[in-house]
């Protein structure tokens, strides 16, 4: 988990409440990565900024919005538009290629009450 | 969509045996990386292997790679029971394509 934070641990949300997720990272890395997993599926990207002020879509983004106003950090909120949000959310990092290894965060257990 | 699927979906052995996973994917690749995930907590990385390598190796791991048959092994020697964990496989089509993680195999090491 070196060099990523994730805060909280554990989050518990009421429906029709907006909830952030904490992101950091001092490994000087360009790309940050928000992942949602839920049992039996792997990994699911969710949103992905690979510079500062800029962030694109991942394959399920609905729902869910970002902001990326310093390189270090990469919050993600889930809105109560997200109708399904109770899972563990991983946030990861990277030098900016895509495809290279990617760094994880301990990650965030959300349940929606 | 999921590019890999790994194979089994959960292996339970037993101490000092070895483990071997499988990893499936359909389209063309630019490297494979495996990552391994202890209950609850983040992805740690293993280890990448780029399309023009075979075989990759590093301590206990043992990772190939058969383009032609778009598929991947991981191979843990001498199992622990500190190596219950999930496994994922993760591919990666280019620099600008994202990786796109498996859905992993649990394995469970008895003491």
């Known amino acids: 988990d070196g060099g990523i934070t994730q805060s909280p641990k554990y989050l518990f949300r009421k429906e029709g409440q907006n909830v952030t997720l904490s992101c950091e990272q001092n490994?000087?890395?360009?790309?940050m990565y928000w992942y949602r997993q839920d049992p039996g599926q792997g990994l699911r990207l969710i949103y992905y900024?690979?510079?500062?002020?800029?962030?694109q879509k991942g394959d399920i983004a609905e729902g869910y919005s970002v902001s990326r106003e310093k390189k270090e950090s990469f919050p993600l909120t889930v809105t109560s538009a997200q109708k399904n949000p109770t899972a563990f959310y991983l946030c990861?990092?990277?030098?900016?290629?895509?495809?290279?290894?990617?760094?994880f965060g301990p990650g965030t257990r959300l349940t929606v009450l | 969509s999921q590019q890999g699927e790994e194979d089994p979906q959960a292996l339970s052995i037993q101490e000092g045996e070895n483990a071997t996973m499988n990893c499936s994917y359909k389209t063309s690749i630019n490297n494979l990386q495996w990552y391994r995930q202890n209950s609850g907590r983040g992805l740690v990385h293993l280890i990448l292997?780029?399309?023009?390598?075979r075989e990759k190796h590093s301590g206990r791991l043992r990772v190939t790679l058969d383009t032609s048959k778009k598929s991947s092994s991981l191979l843990i020697t001498a199992s622990r029971a500190a190596d219950t964990a999930s496994y994922f496989c993760a591919t990666g089509r280019g620099s600008n394509y994202k990786l796109t993680f498996g859905k992993g195999t649990l394995l469970t090491v008895n003491p």
């Open positions: 490994l000087n890395h360009d790309a």
């Open positions: 990861a990092s990277n030098s900016g290629r895509l495809a290279d290894t990617q760094y």
């Open positions: 900024s690979q510079i500062v002020n800029d962030f």
């Open positions: 292997i780029r399309s023009n390598e």
